[in-house]
């Protein structure tokens, strides 16, 4: 699959296949792809937890409050990106541009993890409707959960939706000078 193709078959999973786990082989990948993920310094400023078997039905309960994310019980595995610390040159870039790159290198990470995870068939929802504080303490993390995804294999009926994106003209504007 190349990444274009990726794009288009790349969606949300809210189906998974509660009865099939996931291959430690494509985990890896997964993990792989998620390191060399570029990011702000080469920082890298987050964990990755891996939760399977009674963690990840714990840490899927904390993404449930107020009713909601009720299909992540039947993920198998759910990956918990928890913030690091900036190194010092990234700590610099951000105060004195007033950027966050940390947020951004988070999603960074979060399209890799995504992107790979369809790659080998797998698929995914990135979840940020979580209970901190649970999910810290089923992880034992000192710092800020920032996103759960859910990773597994999608029911066989969970079929492909149309995307819904704002157009391009929305979405681009350009600018191009006027020759003098
Ligand atoms: C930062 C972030 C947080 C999200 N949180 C949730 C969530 O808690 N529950 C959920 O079902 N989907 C969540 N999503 C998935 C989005 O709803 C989804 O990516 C978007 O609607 C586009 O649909 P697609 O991923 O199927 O292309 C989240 C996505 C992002 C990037």
Known sequence: MNFTEITKLRQSCRSFNAARSVEREKLD???EAARLSPSACN?????????????ALKVAKACQGMGMNRFASDAPV???ISEEAYVKTAAFGSKVKGNDY??????????YITAEACEVGLSTCILGWFDDKTVREIC???????????????????????????????????IKNQEQ
């Open 102 to 111: 940390r947020s951004i290198d988070i999603g960074i990470l979060s399209a």
């Open 78 to 80: 759910m990956l918990v």
């Open 140 to 174: 034992s993390l000192s710092a800020p959960v920032r996103l759960v995804i859910t990773l597994g294999y999608a029911k066989e009926d969970d079929k492909l939706r149309e995307k819904k994106r704002k157009d391009m003209k929305e979405l681009v504007s350009y």
């Open 29 to 31: 990948m997964i993990l």
């Open 43 to 55: 920082g890298q400023p987050y964990h990755i937890t891996v939760c399977e078997g009674e963690a």
